[in-house]
């Protein structure tokens, strides 16, 4: 018996329990997410916030930007673009803006990720949707992946998802080297150029019924990229999307949760804007 095998059999079960408890705890505990928008109002005419943001994901509203009924200026924060680097957490004055263990954040549509003072319901269309992949799916998934511009940090982080912690092929979800064997398309990066074309060639070889996952805030806006001379806006426009994963890079559990909502196995943390809890 070799030393890793006896180390292993004194350690016990190592796997992630991903079919019990909640999701956000899930191999996560004490994880620094996304940050979030509190009720506290800003203070006078401070943008201070909206300034240091890198990729544009802060504005000005007024009236409550964040979960509370707080009078005044406050800030809206667009999770799609967030790169959750806290430097609006660090120069915000007033507790606003505050650092969270937030990150199992995946959502069905893109304004989810975007403050709503008034989110709607999910209509009975999206929730037939719902169950309808839900009943395809049900014992498998087969994945192909496509780099369309990314910085590699998504790719590190799905490579993760293989090792024994979280062990993705137990939950019946695979990757595959051929779209026209794959059921979802998820995509890194901010889809420059030259991959417009190869990533929308993959899309029409996939076979009915397909869906297409936007993993990380470049391929869902194009992150701190966007339009420059070598990227893009993310895929915005080109093929359509059924989950929005954001992050810089999203962790491997909040691409579980990002998968296992697409199947219907977990439930949506965020709506219009708002974390839940």
């Known amino acids: 018996m070799s030393l890793w095998t006896f180390f292993g059999l004194a350690r016990g079960r190592a796997t992630s329990d991903w079919d019990g408890g909640d999701l ?23 943008a201070v916030c909206v300034a240091a943001c890198p990729t544009d994901a802060l504005r000005l509203v007024e009236g409550p930007g964040g979960v509370g009924t707080a009078p005044g200026q406050s ?20 507790d606003t803006l505050k650092a969270s263990y937030d990150w199992a954040l995946a959502v069905r549509a893109r304004s989810d990720l975007q403050f709503d003072p008034a989110p ?16 395809r799916f049900r014992h498998s998934l087969h994945i192909r992946h496509v780099d369309a511009g990314s910085c590699n940090g998504c790719e590190s982080e799905l490579q993760a998802l293989m090792n024994p912690f979280y062990n993705l092929h137990r939950l019946g979800i695979f990757f ?15 889809v420059t150029e030259p991959m417009r074309e190869p990533l929308r060639a993959a899309w029409e070889a996939m076979p009915e019924p397909k869906w297409v996952m936007a993993m990380g805030a470049c391929a869902i806006s194009g992150g701190v990229a966007r339009e420059g001379y070598a990227g ?46």
């Open 24 to 46: 956000r705890e899930a191999g996560q505990a004490g994880v620094q997410g996304m940050p979030r928008v509190s009720a506290q109002p800003c203070a006078e005419s401070c």
């Open 75 to 94: 800030v809206a924060l667009d999770y799609g673009r967030c790169i959750a680097c806290q430097r609006c957490v660090e120069v915000c004055p007033t």
């Open 176 to 190: 595959t080297a051929s779209p026209r064997a794959a059921d979802l398309l998820l995509v890194t990066g901010t």
């Open 232 to 277: 893009g806006s993310g895929l915005q426009g080109l093929i359509p999307v059924d989950v929005y994963l954001p992050g810089c890079a999203p962790n491997p559990a909040a691409i579980m949760h990002a998968l296992l909502l697409l199947l219907g196995r977990s439930e949506q943390h965020l709506h219009g804007g708002r974390p839940d809890g």
């Open 120 to 135: 709607a319901a999910l209509d009975a269309l999206a929730l037939d949707l719902q169950s309808a992949i839900a009943r």
